[in-house]
């Protein structure tokens, strides 16, 4: 469904990405970990159109969304869960969701989709009314995992979903996860937590100084040298 090839991303005389190649399939989980600095934030924002690719391209089922800017991006069927949630505050969390349905396919099913939201995560249907920014970390990183999927996603990016939440929480956002990719939604996910995602994930990707250096499946690329080492610190 995914296919990144050649990517490289630059700031300004820095380059950030070297020559990144990945695939994610329909309803799969990817993984992508490693150090602090490594790039990993820096490919979720390319493939989402947030920041420019130097070279390279990025496909959704083969075609080619590699110059796009982010509205088109999701316009392909691609959503993104931010670091730090970014959820507006002094809004509703149900005016939250409804600014995710701002596609065209995605306002005519508005309505089934939100109630998809809620059976997902029954605290969201019962804080509705009340203000985002008055919800625990947790409970906006729903509102922020239920507003991309209001834009009907068939891949969702999730950057660090687990920063700075409690360990019940995580568990749940990541039981989450398993029901989203049960409905055919493929799911790249950077996670700062590494046992954690190469437990989720099917495969994964080890991102180093902007350069992928392993990958295959989760349980394959645990045991590698360079996660153990470099990223688990055995």
Known sequence: MLEVRGLDAR???????????IDVAAAETVCIVGPNGAGKTTLVHTIAGLHPASAGRIRIDGVDI????????????????????????????????????????????????????YRLFPRLAERAGQAAGSLSGGEQQMVAIGRALMARPRLLLLDEPSLGLAPVVVDEVFDALKQITGTGVAVLLVEQDVERALTAAD????????????GGPTATLRETDEVRQRVLGL
């Open 11 to 21: 700031y300004g005389d820095a380059q950030a990405l070297w020559d990144i190649a």
């Open 66 to 117: 590699s110059a796009l800017p982010g509205h088109k991006v999701c316009g392909h069927g691609v959503a993104t869960v931010p670091e730090g949630r970014r959820v507006f505050g002094h809004m509703s969390v149900r005016d939250n969701l409804l600014l995710g349905a701002y596609r065209k396919a995605a306002r005519a099913v508005y309505r089934e989709t939100e109630q998809e939201v």
């Open 203 to 214: 495969r994964g990707y080890l991102l180093i100084e902007g350069r992928v250096v392993a």
